[in-house]
């Protein structure tokens, strides 16, 4: 892709706006495949942002994200493992410049590893033995941030469960651990053991309550804390489902409510959580909740059971369609830190006839852990509120020719200082098909900047690529 941009250094701090020409050249590989025992799904891709008058660095932006799942002994032992690279902002309230920017910009690499044991003992009993293991580090220069975040988080799960007929019960043993790298000593611990009991209510609705207890080392600090709550689930069929739990933990209150509804035309995801959270384990449990090829597979579930053939479909659809991969959601924290992360999100999405119609809208506060010894308490780095929403639509004009654009809004807001950044955004742009697997867009963008922390600024951007498909 090949972009003007009138404001190359926006948010940079230069007393000039100077324009810039921007070549963007993004390689891509998918890569799936199934077989008896084996599923692996992926992407790859080296994107290099190259600047004509050298108004940022020149860089080469590695993404990655592979996922592969082995069945060793059949319906029994199981082997998970993924790897990922994504991009992240280096400061969490200077600019973030999207595929042109390489300034304010970490490549972030996560390798994970999860063994499991499933065993049925009946349709209604059941063991799992779980241990996630995740490994993060910066894959660039590192800076003394960076540096410090780049860690290993573990999460081991004993589980003994007996369904609700019309009462259940389960049993679990977990121990979550977190280890900074450049820290000597012990990792951060939470042990929690936690009986639950349910009945149903219904056939598709069932109510309980939750006791225990939470162990917690921190700075070699061991505390013992009660864990008590209650949970419920509604899951009226296959496309519908609600489930919700709250419970007293050594943090405060922790809850987490979780709707997901789908349809051959529809999908939407609104989930609100409580929890406690760390550089590390964000990388572990990133979702792609707020991803619009994950809300496309929802709608496209029913037509293409098979996870393989309805991941194909969906990167054609996007493809054909013009429709973007992603839509504006919570920037990732990457900094040592212990936090409790309070998070509230909705996403839909729209398939029509010739349009297709993505919204989101998010609010999460990230605070530090009352018994947090890892950082400076009270940055803004690791104390603040993030707010934004977004909208997009994609119009098929015609058979070969289709017209998008979208719109998202972000703001950043230090929550003990006066710290704020907002920024918003405007595109739009039209995708030609030129070839059965050949696609020509040109588009432009607007952008707007407004903070106390980084300079105010304007751009205004056009845009023209090919895009190819092997």
């Known amino acids: 892709m090949l972009t003007w941009s009138s404001n190359a250094e926006i948010g940079i701090g230069a007393s000039e706006t100077p324009s810039d020409v921007i070549l963007n050249l993004r390689p891509r590989a998918t890569l799936r495949g199934e077989g008896s025992r ?165 056939q598709d609705a069932t109510v309980g309550l939750r006791v225990g207890r939470e162990h917690t080392l921190r700075d070699k600090i061991e505390q013992w804390n009660r864990v008590y709550g209650w949970q ?41 959580s409580r929890q406690l959270d760390s550089t590390p384990q964000s990388a572990l449990d990133l979702q792609a909740g707020a991803n619009v090829a994950a809300l496309l597979d929802a709608i496209f579930t029913t037509r293409y059971p098979d996870p393989v053939e309805r991941a194909r479909v969906v990167a054609d659809f996007m493809a054909t369609t013009g429709v973007s991969g992603s839509i504006q959601q919570p920037l990732s924290i990457y900094a040592r830190r212990l936090s409790i992360s309070t998070s509230n999100t909705a996403t839909v999405s729209i398939i029509g006839a010739r349009s297709t119609i993505t919204l989101s809208g998010f609010s999460v506060r990230t605070e530090d852990a009352p018994d947090a010894t890892l950082q400076q308490l009270g940055s803004a780095i690791t104390n603040n509120t993030q707010r934004g929403g977004a909208a997009a639509l994609t119009y098929r004009l015609s058979p070969r020719l289709n017209f998008s654009t979208s719109a998202d809004w972000l703001r950043v807001s230090a929550l003990q200082a006066a710290d704020q950044t907002t920024q918003t955004s405007v595109r739009a742009q039209l995708a030609l098909q030129l070839a059965p697997r050949t696609s020509g867009i040109a ?25 190819y498909r092997m």
Not at 73 to 83: D, V
Not at 102 to 118: D, F, K, R
Not at 447 to 452: A, Q
């Open 443 to 467: 588009g432009a963008r607007y952008r707007s900047v407004r903070s106390n922390v980084t300079p105010d600024g304007k751009e205004g951007s056009i845009f023209v690529g090919l895009d």
């Open 38 to 202: 084996m599923k692996v799904s992926g992407t790859l891709a080296l994107e290099t942002v190259t600047y004509a008058d050298e108004t940022q660095p020149n860089r080469v932006l590695p993404e990655v994200d592979l996922r592969g799942r082995f069945e060793a002994i059949q319906r029994f032992f199981f082997l998970e493992a993924g790897a990922r690279a994504t991009r992240t902002r280096q400061d969490l309230f200077g600019v973030g410049n999207g595929d042109t920017g390489s300034v304010n910009t970490i490549t972030t690499g996560q390798a994970n590893l999860s063994p499991s044991i499933e065993a049925d003992f009946s349709q209604q009993a059941r063991l799992r033995v779980r241990s996630d293991n995740s490994w993060t580090r910066d894959l660039g220069d590192e800076t003394t941030q960076s540096a410090a975040a780049a860690g290993y988080f573990g999460n081991h799960l004993l589980l003994l469960e007996h369904d609700p007929r019309p009462f259940g019960w389960r049993a679990e043993a977990t121990r979550a651990e977190t280890k900074y790298r450049d820290i000597a000593g012990d990792p951060l611990i939470t042990d929690l053991v936690r009986l639950s009991v349910d009945y149903a209510v219904g």
């Open 232 to 272: 419920a689930r509604w899951l009226p069929n296959e496309r519908t489902s609600l489930t919700a739990f709250e419970e007293k933990r050594s943090f405060g209150t922790a809850w987490n409510l979780r709707f997901d509804r789908r349809t051959p035309q529809l999908a939407w995801t609104i989930n609100t």
